[in-house]
């Protein structure tokens, strides 16, 4: 079943401006709901459908989120988020279709105040804790923000960038995680105890605006539904992840990441598990948090599980069964390397945040070594040659995936570079083989191209990785008047290593041993670290930006 995109249900918010900045309906992917679970109303608010369905499926003591301090019953968490819900409708004054800039680390409060701002059929635009002034104000002055809720340990960047209103005013800014101060969202919240009522609004109302991590630079607003919010916990995580009431969830992805929004909140809501949410996690201290609270799913980025591979035998981690990789491409070193420490089969996956959260993996029995996987149940995909053709097996080219979920980019032209014929294209060179399994090679503009060679730069990385002195590396094209593109390898070497002339040379060898010789790093540069966004993905614009 298809999606006409221009037939919109009437919508549940006063405030238009979201339906306004949609991009235009011949511009919109194609949307599927091709499986019984993506049947829903067109009258829906998806916070409402997970907090206060909890309560009618009998889970209010159970336990919904834990934090360094505070572990909150899905009864205490509905309640919480009912509060938070009244302060914004009633002692802000936000109408409904608001936005509602959000800003703190993970954390029970910060979790409650994005379900509240959705619950209140305003619009949450969560940004990640490491963002400046300078970032901050872009993502607020694009998505028109009326309101901000910010832990108080974080103000000093929204202080800098004075986010104002279309009048000119400065929004109301509420603070939270300082309950001694008199106008505290602590103090607002304890004025309120009654129930709040979601307004009624429209399955396709927009209720996220999620800002995409910068890999490339420029940062894009993605605007989500309240149905697909639904969607995403009833594809991959009941698929392919195979969520259960009992499960632990813990990881490190942000909450103002799709990616760790959806795993470390909305898919243990929708199941009735438990979620950790810890600030400021490291290798070690996740691998003690896993052991701590018996979590059973992990997320994290392939650069954590390479790390904690590395000290896992320290920890008790075995009530640990499922452990998801996304964020960046898995290297097969880093698989083997966390099956080698753990006995436990990773789960890759790819997703974006224009698709809001996975859409191809594959688990237990059906994964397969240097594959992401199949596409998840809802979702559908191919690979596309430049004139918009599907290929064979066999064939690099465009990722293109449909689903239930996909682009729309807040009042931004790059809608239609992403969306072709009804399909999303990730931005993804991937190939596909005679089974339907999918294999990523590299970003499409990470294709270095030297001599007339088209040379992925992932595969010189997983080369590269192979290497016992070589902790991280980033592997890009420079700009070569000869052969047009050189390959350059930016490499982080283990603790107690040294650079060298020699090791540079060695590591070049390396290379040429393990894949085709002409793909070897004819430039390699040794780094302290490599540039990275807050969700752990490599920004190699920067590293092919950076002077010679």
């Given at each position: 079943m298809t999606d006409a995109s221009a037939a919109l249900a009437p919508s549940g918010y006063a405030d238009g401006f979201a339906r306004a900045n949609l991009p235009p309906p011949d511009a919109w992917p194609e949307f599927r709901f091709d499986l019984p679970e993506l049947q829903y109303p067109p009258r829906l608010n998806s916070v409402a459908e997970l907090l206060d369905a909890a309560t009618v499926r009998g889970w209010e003591a159970r336990t919904a989120l834990v934090g360094s301090r505070e572990r909150l019953t899905y009864a205490q968490l509905r309640a919480r988020v009912d509060r938070i819900a009244h302060v914004l409708r009633r002692d802000l004054g936000l109408a409904t279709g608001s936005r509602v800039l959000l800003r703190g680390a993970n954390c029970p409060m910060m979790a409650a105040c994005i379900l509240a701002v959705i619950k209140a059929g305003c619009i949450a635009v969560p940004s990640m804790p490491l963002l400046r002034a300078r970032e901050l104000g872009a993502i607020a002055g694009r998505a028109r923000v009326d309101a901000v809720l910010c832990a108080a340990s974080l103000r000093a960047d929204v202080d800098a960038m004075e986010p104002c209103a279309p009048s000119g005013s400065p929004v109301p800014l509420v603070l939270f995680d300082d309950a001694d101060a008199p106008d505290s969202l602590e103090?607002?919240?304890?004025?309120?105890?009654?129930?709040?009522?979601?307004?009624?609004?429209?399955?396709?109302?927009?209720?996220?605006?999620?800002?995409?991590?910068?890999?490339?630079?420029?940062?894009?607003?993605?605007?989500?539904?309240?149905?697909?919010?639904?969607?995403?916990?009833?594809?991959?995580?009941?698929?392919?992840?195979?969520?259960?009431?009992?499960?632990?969830?813990?990881?490190?992805?942000?909450?103002?990441?799709?990616f760790g929004l959806g795993g470390l909140l909305l898919f243990p809501l929708r199941v009735?598990?438990?979620?950790?949410?810890?600030?400021?996690?490291?290798?070690?201290?996740?691998?003690?948090?896993?052991?701590?609270?018996?979590?059973?799913?992990?997320?994290?980025?392939?650069?954590?599980?390479?790390?904690?591979s590395q000290l896992a035998s320290r920890f008790d981690l075995r009530s640990l069964s499922r452990s998801v990789s996304a964020g960046e491409a898995l290297p097969v070193a880093t698989r083997a390397a966390w099956k080698a420490a753990t006995n436990l089969d990773m789960i890759d996956g790819i997703g974006a945040t224009e698709m809001l959260h996975i859409f191809i993996s594959a688990a237990g029995s059906e994964a397969r070594a240097g594959a992401t996987g199949k596409p998840v149940p809802g979702y559908q995909a191919c690979i596309l040659?430049?004139?918009?053709?599907?290929?064979?097996?066999?064939?690099?080219?465009?990722?293109?995936?449909?689903?239930?979920t996909g682009c729309r980019y807040l009042d931004d032209p790059r809608q239609r570079n992403y969306v072709q014929d009804g399909w999303n294209i990730t931005g993804d060179a991937y190939e596909m083989d005679a089974d339907g399994y999918f294999y990523y090679r590299s970003r499409l503009d990470d294709?270095?191209?030297?001599?007339?060679?088209?040379?992925?730069?992932?595969?010189?990385?997983?080369?590269?990785?192979?290497?016992?002195?070589?902790?991280?590396?980033?592997?890009?094209?420079?700009?070569?008047?000869?052969?047009?593109?050189?390959?350059?390898?930016?490499?982080?070497?283990?603790?107690?290593?040294?650079?060298?002339?020699?090791?540079?040379a060695a590591l070049q060898e390396f290379v040429k041993a393990q894949i085709a010789p002409y793909k070897y790093p004819r430039v390699v540069r040794f780094r302290e670290q490599l540039p990275r966004t807050e969700t752990g993905k490599l920004q190699r614009f920067k590293l092919r930006t950076d002077a010679v």
């Amino acid at each position: 079943m298809t999606d006409a995109s221009a037939a919109l249900a009437p919508s549940g918010y006063a405030d238009g401006f979201a339906r306004a900045n949609l991009p235009p309906p011949d511009a919109w992917p194609e949307f599927r709901f091709d499986l019984p679970e993506l049947q829903y109303p067109p009258r829906l608010n998806s916070v409402a459908e997970l907090l206060d369905a909890a309560t009618v499926r009998g889970w209010e003591a159970r336990t919904a989120l834990v934090g360094s301090r505070e572990r909150l019953t899905y009864a205490q968490l509905r309640a919480r988020v009912d509060r938070i819900a009244h302060v914004l409708r009633r002692d802000l004054g936000l109408a409904t279709g608001s936005r509602v800039l959000l800003r703190g680390a993970n954390c029970p409060m910060m979790a409650a105040c994005i379900l509240a701002v959705i619950k209140a059929g305003c619009i949450a635009v969560p940004s990640m804790p490491l963002l400046r002034a300078r970032e901050l104000g872009a993502i607020a002055g694009r998505a028109r923000v009326d309101a901000v809720l910010c832990a108080a340990s974080l103000r000093a960047d929204v202080d800098a960038m004075e986010p104002c209103a279309p009048s000119g005013s400065p929004v109301p800014l509420v603070l939270f995680d300082d309950a001694d101060a008199p106008d505290s969202l602590e103090a607002r919240m304890a004025a309120h105890g009654d129930a709040f009522h979601a307004p009624d609004t429209a399955a396709d109302d927009v209720c996220l605006i999620s800002f995409t991590s910068g890999t490339t630079g420029v940062p894009k607003g993605t605007m989500h539904f309240h149905r697909d919010l639904l969607a995403i916990c009833d594809c991959f995580p009941r698929h392919v992840l195979r969520s259960r009431m009992d499960d632990v969830f813990i990881g490190t992805p942000p909450l103002a990441f799709t990616f760790g929004l959806g795993g470390l909140l909305l898919f243990p809501l929708r199941v009735g598990a438990s979620a950790v949410l810890v600030e400021r996690l490291s290798p070690e201290s996740l691998l003690a948090a896993i052991q701590e609270h018996r979590a059973t799913v992990c997320f994290t980025a392939p650069t954590f599980y390479r790390q904690m591979s590395q000290l896992a035998s320290r920890f008790d981690l075995r009530s640990l069964s499922r452990s998801v990789s996304a964020g960046e491409a898995l290297p097969v070193a880093t698989r083997a390397a966390w099956k080698a420490a753990t006995n436990l089969d990773m789960i890759d996956g790819i997703g974006a945040t224009e698709m809001l959260h996975i859409f191809i993996s594959a688990a237990g029995s059906e994964a397969r070594a240097g594959a992401t996987g199949k596409p998840v149940p809802g979702y559908q995909a191919c690979i596309l040659d430049e004139d918009g053709l599907p290929v064979g097996p066999g064939v690099v080219g465009r990722l293109a995936v449909k689903g239930p979920t996909g682009c729309r980019y807040l009042d931004d032209p790059r809608q239609r570079n992403y969306v072709q014929d009804g399909w999303n294209i990730t931005g993804d060179a991937y190939e596909m083989d005679a089974d339907g399994y999918f294999y990523y090679r590299s970003r499409l503009d990470d294709m270095i191209i030297s001599a007339g060679y088209n040379i992925a730069g992932a595969e010189v990385e997983e080369a590269l990785l192979h290497h016992p002195a070589v902790a991280e590396c980033g592997v890009v094209g420079r700009p070569d008047e000869e052969r047009g593109q050189v390959v350059e390898a930016h490499v982080v070497l283990k603790p107690g290593v040294e650079a060298s002339s020699e090791l540079a040379a060695a590591l070049q060898e390396f290379v040429k041993a393990q894949i085709a010789p002409y793909k070897y790093p004819r430039v390699v540069r040794f780094r302290e670290q490599l540039p990275r966004t807050e969700t752990g993905k490599l920004q190699r614009f920067k590293l092919r930006t950076d002077a010679v």
